[in-house]
């Protein structure tokens, strides 16, 4: 059972460059979310989705780009790469239930813009 | 707007010691509370869920209260052992997107 996986696990990047990083459940979890961590800042939602083709913003979604064609995968875009998108980032998935909705993380990439 | 707030920031303690991390709020209208472990590098690890309508969940050596009247939760740690290093982080679900609004962890040491 693999669960919830990301990769890469590790990207180095240069400014005005575009990234993606992916993110493949296994659960068919219907909901997916992309956090950043940051110290000083704590764990704050970039964007989240419900569902294949419904994807919603979170608390900072500038800069970034988000799709979901299918269940199982969330990919998140940096359109152009800004050093202050260095960060930790990971991916959740949940079940949409009204109870016991444990949210499940991935691994985490951690990312740096030069 | 939700705020969170983790005390201490930081704790060192001998590895047998019964532990409290604590974990405050400002707004009771949660739908649940979720704590996580993080260790360094890694992702974060649930370790409880607690329903608003629930008073406390016990798993192992740790159990979690919430306290919405007073906007409290916290996690107990019984016989604190060297694995247990760690940093711990509780979470909020407010509404029905089921978004999380994390507070800023405790970091745990256990000494051997």
């Known amino acids: 059972d693999a669960g919830i996986t990301q990769s890469p696990r590790y990207k180095i990047t240069e400014t005005g460059r575009q990234v993606t990083l992916m993110c493949h459940q296994t659960?068919?979890?219907?909901?997916m979310f992309w956090y950043r961590q940051d110290l000083g800042h704590g764990l704050r939602l970039i964007y989240y989705s419900a569902a294949a083709d419904i994807t919603d913003k979170g608390e900072v979604p500038d800069g970034y780009v988000v799709s979901r064609s299918k269940t199982e995968n969330f990919p998140l875009t940096l359109e152009s790469a800004t050093r202050s998108q260095t960060s930790v980032y990971f991916c959740?998935?949940?079940?949409?239930?009204?109870?016991?909705?444990?949210?499940?993380f991935g691994p985490g990439t951690r990312l740096t813009v030069l | 707007k939700q705020e969170v707030t983790q005390i201490p920031a930081a704790l060192s303690v001998p590895e047998g010691e019964n532990l409290v991390l604590n974990c405050s709020f400002t707004d009771s209208a949660i739908y649940n509370l979720q704590w996580f472990r993080q260790d360094p590098g890694k992702g974060l690890t649930s370790l409880l869920l607690?329903?608003?309508?629930?008073r406390e969940q016990t798993s192992g050596r740790l159990n979690a209260s919430l306290d919405k009247s007073s906007g409290r939760s916290t996690l107990y740690i019984a016989a604190s052992q060297p694995g247990d290093s760690a940093t711990y982080l509780c979470?909020?679900?407010?509404?029905?997107?089921?978004?999380?609004?994390f507070g800023s962890g405790t970091r745990l040491l256990v000494r051997p």
């Open positions: 979470a909020f679900r407010m509404d029905s997107s089921y978004k999380l609004i």
């Open positions: 607690i329903q608003s309508s629930q």
């Open positions: 959740a998935s949940t079940v949409a239930r009204t109870r016991n909705n444990e949210q499940f």
């Open positions: 659960w068919s979890h219907s909901y």
